[in-house]
């Protein structure tokens, strides 16, 4: 019983500190709406009177709240340059919150024409002197090349400086901020962003920024300053930059060609399995660029690269084997990584099929029957064998059964393949064939309606021939 009336007593002092902190608000409520508005105007303009005196005698504080109250026209009409010339006063004082609000005025144009410059200098001023603000404005107009030459490196120290929560949030999400305007296709913002994560150490912003360099995204297209972000980054072992600084020096874009440079670091991505540097390799063996020609190392990266469904490279083992190059002639497989890449789009490999002749095709055709009939076979022998066997070597036989079951899955493969080849050869010949007629058809009509016409003209020339010749008899 006694828990119970304590727990109801609790209840009943909540409720009564509620209704007293409801009947407080109404009661200055009350009082706000019972002072007119020239008693309102009467405490501004005491306060004004207030601040002004102390402002006059060289009171920096005085002379900032006086600036604030033009600011932000507390009893007074809003006037910018009134307010700018108060903080003036203070900041010649050596006022350290003056001067950075005499900054943020010339940087955003307040009072005054914008001056990045200017404001820059009141900026430095002030943080001298340890303001936070002016330090973190200090860092933005560093990062946005904003009254001084860009600098992410500066950026960073006075945001680090600042050591502020914002400040802090600017240097962790400032990757996350460079792709979020990058998907924007706010160019401009996405880099000095990237550059803040980018002076930090970030591989992927360092890339980043030399594809926009590259591309020209933002900034002035500039081969030899995306080269320079390509190697902070492909130092620290990012392959994507790797790639590109290969590409770099094969192309001869920002630096002087040099295929052997090239060659190291494609090889530095392909060894960590970048698709796009092992084909650049099978290119440069392909054509002996900077090494000795070699068909059978080209084909062998090109390989590597096509086992991750890289379509060029799929497109030039099917050119390899198509000509015999680092590995004998067979259309077979030639028409296999074609097929691959054409699937992926690969125009090299949609117009490399129609090299097959229809001969060549059915050549293909029957050696993949065979190649199944012999496969089938042998996985039948062995399903034979597994079923009378033990152990390890009743395993044996269910692999290569296994194996050859899955070969004859891909000859199944293959020929269904050749024969839509096929189809689709025949089905274009019939297609030739009869736009040939029907263009020969055209052309017989023509032909008809052209005599037609020389008919029907030779007739009416006959018959003006006739009246005329009527008209000049004597009557």
């Known amino acids: 019983m006694q828990l119970i009336a304590k727990v109801r007593f609790s209840r009943l002092w909540f409720l009564m500190t509620i209704i007293f902190c409801a009947l407080c608000i109404v009661l200055f409520i009350e009082s706000v709406k019972a002072s007119t508005p020239q008693e309102i105007q009467q ?37 910018n340059i009134k307010a700018l010339k108060w903080y003036r006063f203070a900041a010649a004082q050596g006022n350290a919150k003056a001067q950075f609000l005499v900054g943020d005025f010339y940087h955003f144009g307040m009072g005054t024409a914008q001056n990045y410059i200017e404001a820059v200098r009141w900026y430095r001023l002030a943080a001298a002197q340890g303001n936070t603000g002016a330090q973190i404005q200090l860092g933005v107009m560093y990062q946005a090349g904003l009254g001084v030459t860009k600098d992410y490196v500066e950026a960073v120290r006075w945001y680090r400086l600042s050591d502020s929560s914002g400040a802090n949030f600017i240097l962790e999400k400032s990757f996350d901020f460079g792709e979020t305007s990058y998907n924007r296709q706010d160019y401009t913002k996405a880099i000095n962003c990237y550059g803040i ?28 300053e995306a080269v320079k972000w390509y190697r902070l980054a492909a130092t620290q072992g990012y392959k994507d930059a790797q790639d590109n600084l290969g590409h770099m020096y094969e192309k001869g874009n920002g630096v002087t060609q040099d295929y052997v440079e090239a060659l190291k670091w494609y090889r530095l991505a392909a060894t960590q399995g970048d698709d796009s540097a092992q084909f650049a390799i099978g290119l440069i063996y392909y054509w002996g660029q900077g090494v000795t020609q070699d068909y059978a190392e080209s084909l062998r990266w090109f390989r590597l690269a096509a086992a991750q469904g890289n379509a060029k490279a799929q497109c030039c083992i099917g050119i390899c084997y198509y000509q015999g190059q680092g590995v004998t002639q067979d259309y077979a497989e030639a028409f296999k990584w074609y097929r691959l890449a054409a699937a992926q789009g690969q125009k090299d490999a949609q117009a490399n ?81 009869q736009e040939t007629q029907r263009r020969i058809a055209r052309e017989a009509q023509e032909k008809k309606e052209s005599a037609s016409e020389d008919y029907r003209k030779s007739i009416f020339n006959y018959q003006m021939i006739q009246i005329q010749k009527k008209m000049s008899k004597p009557f």
Do not use: C
């Not at 102390?54 to 932000?72: C, K, M, P, T």
């Not at 994560?197 to 995204?217: E, L, P």
């Open 43 to 79: 405490w501004h303009d005491s306060e004004f009177q207030k601040y002004n005196r102390l402002a006059e005698q060289g009171d920096a504080d005085a002379q900032i709240e006086i600036g604030n109250i033009y600011r932000f026209g507390t009893g007074v009409i809003t006037d």
């Open 197 to 224: 994560a980018a002076v930090q150490g970030n591989a992927t912003a360092q890339n980043k920024i030399g594809d926009m360099y590259y591309n020209g995204q933002g900034v002035t297209q500039d081969y030899a």
């Open 353 to 433: 099929l129609k090299l097959f002749t229809p001969q060549i095709l059915t050549n293909i055709k029957i050696a993949q029957i065979e190649a199944l009939r012999v496969s089938r076979q042998q996985e039948s022998d062995m399903a034979t064998k597994a079923i009378h066997s033990q152990g390890a070597k009743r395993q044996s036989y269910k692999t290569a059964s296994n194996r050859y079951n899955l070969e004859t899955i891909q000859h199944n493969g293959m020929i269904a393949a050749l024969d839509q080849e096929l189809n689709r050869i025949q089905q274009e010949q019939i297609a030739a064939a």
